[in-house]
Structures are given as structure tokens and as C-alpha cells.
């Protein structure tokens, strides 16, 4: 027996319970953040739903507008597209992809937010429901903290 071998079966085990311990706490810091990933992207979802009952509405009001402009209209038909499809695309999507959703989302808002600005003939309820929308997409975007 060599000097010092007297220490080997002594460490190995120390060395593998750390690293059995390391793995666990790596596994469970995993774990948390794949459910909090899944709870943002569930409470993104909601609230992209809630926002889309609004951009219903306000699409009610938009054809119910005589003095809607085609390039309102189309600007508006992306804004709902938009929102629909990344709703529908959230689930199991990571916090970057859900994060850029949200942004593309709020930049479609951003156009439609001008256009109905631009437009001088709609109605003030057509222009408060656009608005509206806008002002809660934005407040979504910045509790993703972008």
C-alpha cells in the first residue's frame, strides 16, 4: 500500500454523493423553470384569448364603420391574424419564442394603432376599441420585462 492510498476509499464516495447531489438540484432547478415556463406560457395564452375577444369586437365595430379605410382594414386583419396564431403557437414554446410572439404581436398593434390614427374619418369608438387593444398588448410586452 502506497502513501496515501489510505485516503482513496474514503473520498470516492464523498465525491460521488456531491455529485449525486449536484445532479439533483441541476434536475430540480430544470424542472422549475420548464413549470414556470409552461405557467407563463399558460397565462400568456389567457390573456392573448381575452385580447382577442376584444380584437372580435372591435372587428364588429370596423365593418360596421362606413368610413373604414382599406389600408386600416388590412393593417387590423394582421393584427388579428397575428394575435391568433401566437396564441395558438405558445403552447410547449420555450421563453424566448414566447417573448418574441408577444412582441411581433405588439409591433402589429403598433401599426394598427397608427393607422387607425392616420385614418381621420372612423368613428371615436372604432378608434378607442383599436387603442384599447394596443395599450393592453403593451402592458403584456412589458411584464415579459422585453
Not at 13 to 30: E, G, H, T
Not at 35 to 58: F, W, Y
Amino acid at each position: 500500500m502506497r502513501e496515501g492510498d489510505e485516503f482513496y476509499p474514503h473520498f470516492v464516495p464523498r465525491f460521488l454523493a456531491r455529485r449525486a447531489i449536484q445532479k439533483r438540484r441541476r434536475a430540480k432547478s430544470v424542472a422549475e423553470t420548464l413549470n414556470s415556463v409552461t405557467a407563463m406560457a399558460a397565462s400568456i395564452t389567457t390573456r392573448l384569448s381575452d385580447i382577442e375577444e376584444q380584437i372580435d369586437g372591435a372587428a364588429e365595430q370596423l365593418e360596421s364603420d362606413p368610413a373604414i379605410s382599406p389600408a386600416l382594414k388590412a393593417v387590423f386583419d394582421e393584427l388579428h391574424r397575428k394575435t391568433r396564431e401566437a396564441r395558438d403557437s405558445l403552447k410547449g414554446a420555450d421563453e424566448d419564442k414566447i417573448r418574441e410572439h408577444v412582441i411581433e404581436v405588439e409591433q402589429a398593434a403598433d401599426s394598427a394603432k397608427c393607422a387607425v390614427e392616420a385614418d381621420q374619418k372612423i368613428s371615436s369608438a372604432t378608434r378607442d376599441a383599436v387603442i384599447e387593444i394596443h395599450d393592453a398588448l403593451c402592458e403584456l410586452k412589458s411584464e415579459l420585462g422585453d
